[in-house]
């Protein structure tokens, strides 16, 4: 019998509620799901290595159809890997604690070492998110041509082992639905009032054209009659509706942000979308779905939304086109593992 090849990936913790286990899973997105339909081929054997003050050892996740390894350092983790060490080894992004044992993982004798970061490189980010180790890395992973090529300019990383794979949405979840119509925009927000997701441009932008905008996953300590927020993050179900249910995506957040799927998800409603030209990833995602970019102030973005909501444009054909589809990141992890990309 052949054995088994190992992979495995060490993942950030999120804070998802599962009803098969005190705690949290990683939320589902694409990657996760890429990492379901891997655990499904009977040649790997593939686990989450994840840290966790709920849950400690092994759980079998059936909901997701994966096999979690939680711990309760980041430590724990790399003595864990020095005693059964993996062929391949993906280090989801992390801003903190994860950070500190790069040095160590790349001291590990994984056949293949991938990095997968969403992150934006900052302007003075070398400390934060990119050290000498990475450059030891066998691969990185990020979601746009942005990202690459501050990797390339900024710190030398050869251009052969960046892979461009961003996160998509489930097209059978995601789609265009007939609901009445509650709102003019949406802003899907998690935390709300932080700088970086900058929700006032859009509230006020949306004050400008006395239209409607709704936030789910953002609280804001003033009340704006325009403005409907659900404090809690939306389930992918609830949040489907939700975009149906608007007529408009507007997101201006900053370069800080990290190249959220939830344009994904409003393209394949087919809603019309509306960012700011300051976040890299933002635009890359938008421009090429044939979005609509806006100065980073709410008069230029309620003009934008102002456009957005005159045209009408298939965002769902043009995810086919570009090859956006659930399976993308599957694909690119599957390539690597098959030696595709030596």
Known sequence: MNKKIKVYFIWHWQKKTSEE??????????????IALLSKDPGYSVKILTVSNANHGPFESVEQGINYVFFKTAEEIAN??????????FLNHHSRGYRKFIKELVKLKAKKTIYYSASIIYKNPF??????HHKKLDFHMVHHEYQKQQLIDKFKIDSSKIIIAPKTADLDLFKEMKMEKKWDCIYPCRGGERSCKRPMIAINACKILSKSICFPGAKFKGNYPWVTTFEKWQTPEDLSVLY??????VITSNYKEMGPRVI???A???LPIVCCSDSPANVSHVTKLGGFIAEPNPEDVARK???ALKTKVDYRSHLNELGLDYELV?????????GEIN
Request: hydrophobic residues 45%; aromatic residues 12%.
């Open 330 to 338: 599957y694909r690119k992890v599957k390539d690597i593992l098959d």
């Open 268 to 270: 394949a409603c087919n």
């Open 21 to 34: 286990l005190k705690g949290a899973f990683a939320a589902f997105d694409s990657m996760i799901h890429a």
């Open 305 to 307: 939304i102002q456009l």
């Open 264 to 266: 994904m998800e409003a």
């Open 127 to 132: 400390k934060q998110y990119v050290t000498k």
């Open 80 to 89: 864990f890997m020095k005693n059964d060490q993996p062929d391949f080894l």
């Open 244 to 249: 149906n249910q608007s007529r408009c995506l």
